[in-house]
């Protein structure tokens, strides 16, 4: 669901802008309940939200865009960016 929601999103952004956006976080918010606060894509530039989302949910889905994984994701030498524990 995730992968066809967000490519029906883009291009319609892309169809009522053409690349006016694809310099910016594009955030989508979407008046329906998902299983879902809202999701996004590692490296990408894009987040989106759904009915019900948290305060929290903006952060938290523009950190994965940013590359960012949760702490309770352990350590991968993929990740450009881990936490430190202190
Ligand atoms: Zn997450």
Redesign the pocket.
């Known amino acids: 669901m995730g992968f066809e929601l967000k490519t029906y999103l883009e291009n319609k952004l892309i169809e009522q802008f053409n690349n006016k956006y694809d310099s910016y976080y594009r955030l989508y918010f979407i008046s329906e309940e998902s299983i879902w606060n809202g ?2 894509n590692f490296n990408s530039q894009f987040g989106v939200y759904f009915k019900g989302h948290e305060q929290g949910t903006l952060p ?2 523009a ?2 865009a940013l590359n960012l ?2 702490t309770f994701d352990g350590i991968h030498f993929s990740d450009k960016y881990t936490y430190e524990a202190c």
Do not use: L
């Open positions: 999701f996004s938290h889905e950190m994965h994984p949760h």
